[in-house]
């Protein structure tokens, strides 16, 4: 059985959305459950859960707790989970309706392994040319840094759609200190990956991100995204090794003296800059996110969040 597990948190409709996509999956003789963790939310997630449950086609099991992050949510999903496989997917995605599916065949074959599907847009929100810009190809998900499909790698452990035996969790858990909702999946993989787990990417187990972003506000996201690479960098602090494969993939720029600093700097001079606004406005979005994130980083060293 495959155990679905969904952490939430005041996003009552968009689960909703999330829980119906699931109902329509193709009949596949897939046997799984779903598990909705709600990470302490204010809205009326409760009520819209239990009324959807009613007349359910599928086997929900909510779960409430105190805002603890989505670590521990994920956690508490893996520990309440009936299934041999858990699948970890977000409360605003929208399942392919072949996706079950997908999964199901490819750890028949690789019980050993985590299989990583697609993340693409929910086409029924009407995605920006800078949401496109971000994903699935850009720097939000980097599907096209897989090298080898069969050994994605730490770094593609993206709990928006991926899957493997909860037998990893037994030794492993999602680290509660990752309270930002980034990073604490990849560090999760990388701690994994430590322990034999290979990644298997499979493009047609399919989810539809359903979450519209502004710049603005995704820009904000790139300050929590920043602190949390900190934390990520901090816990490997005293492991030159990991250290060092965290730095080449998030933070090259950390493996220079004063690296950080002067990334900041110029990436805060190129997206004030109006001839780069008009001469290219995925340059202009990307040295946008890159000061931010290098902001966030900044901000992170300083506060010292991890020991």
Partial sequence: MISVIIPTFNRAEALIKTLKSIEC???SGVNFEVIIVDDGSK??????????????????SYYYQDNGGPASARNLGVEKAKGEVVLFCGDDSIFDKDLMRQHYIYHKNNSDTAILGTVL??????????MHFLAPQGP????????????AKFNHFYTINISL????FEDVKFDTKFKLAAFEDIEVGLALEKKGLKIVYNKDAKIYHSHYYIPELF???????????????????????DLFRIDFVYAPFMLFPFGLRLFNIVSDNMRKS???KKVSLKLHWLSNIAYFYSKGILNGLEERIYY
């Fill in 140 to 151: 939000m998900f980097h599907y096209h840094t897989i090298k080898d499909i069969f050994d």
């Fill in 121 to 130: 847009w929910d086409e029924a929100i009407n995605p920006s040319d800078f």
């Fill in 219 to 241: 820009y904000e996201r790139m300050v929590k995204v920043g602190k949390s690479i900190a934390i990520f960098r901090n816990k490997y602090k005293d492991n030159w090794v």
């Fill in 25 to 27: 999956q193709n009949p």
């Fill in 43 to 60: 809205d009326d997630t409760t009520r819209q859960v239990e009324d959807f449950k009613k007349d359910a086609k599928i086997n929900v």
């Fill in 274 to 276: 109006e001839i780069i």
């Fill in 165 to 168: 035996g909860k037998k990893w």
